[in-house]
Every structure is written in C-alpha cells, then in structure tokens.
C-alpha cells in the first residue's frame, strides 16, 4: 500500500467514457503484471483486466470490448480506458502490481468510478 498513485476516476453518464491511471515504482515497474480490480458496494471484489511485463492482456466477460488496459514503460504507468461504461461499473477501482516470483505485490488506494443513467 501507498506504493501506486491512481487518478482518474470520477463520475460520467452512462455511454461515457475514462480513463484511470496507476502510476508504479520505477524499480518494479517494468518486471511486473498491472491489474485492475474493482468492487461495488455489497459485491466481491473482480478482476477487470490485466497486462502482463510484455503486453499479454486479457479482461473480464463482462468489460470485453468496451475496456482496454495498457502500460507505458516509460512512464511507469498502467491505463484502463473505460467505454461505453454502464451503470453497473461503478466500483471503486483498485490498481494491483505483482511481480510474480519477485514477490512484491503492492495495491492502489482505489478510486471511485459512478455511472449514472
């Protein structure tokens, strides 16, 4: 904890659109998988969508085709842009970086994302 800064949540209308970012420790950064979690109220938390150190992603059913994760190296920064959001993706969205069998896992604040209908 307090090792990532996340940014970019906020509150859209349906059919809108953002992005949120995750910015990690140069030192880890580039060796680790980023991933999104999220977690409504009264809900288990859910994995959104991942990415691994070279750019394999993959992604929940249910943000298939809508979402879309991305890191910048040189930046040290994860993405996940949000699309054509629905009122059921609001969460508070939590950023995750885990390094495998370095063994450094380090979690975001979170940020809270409401749609509205």
């Known amino acids: 904890q307090g090792q990532l800064v996340e940014s970019g949540g906020g509150l859209v209308l349906a059919g809108g659109s953002l992005r949120l970012s995750c910015e990690a420790p140069a030192r880890v950064f580039r060796v680790a998988a980023m991933n999104w979690f999220r977690q409504a109220p009264g809900k288990q938390r859910e994995l959104v969508a991942g990415i691994t150190s070279g750019g394999e992603t993959n992604y929940a059913d249910s943000v298939k085709g809508r979402f879309t994760i991305s890191r910048d190296n040189t930046k040290n920064t994860a993405y996940l842009q949000m699309n054509s959001l629905k009122p059921d993706d609001t969460a508070v969205y939590h950023c995750?970086?885990?390094?495998?069998?370095?063994?450094?896992?380090?979690w975001g604040q979170g940020t809270q994302v409401t749609v509205s209908s």
């Open positions: 995750n970086l885990d390094s495998g069998a370095w063994g450094i896992n380090y």
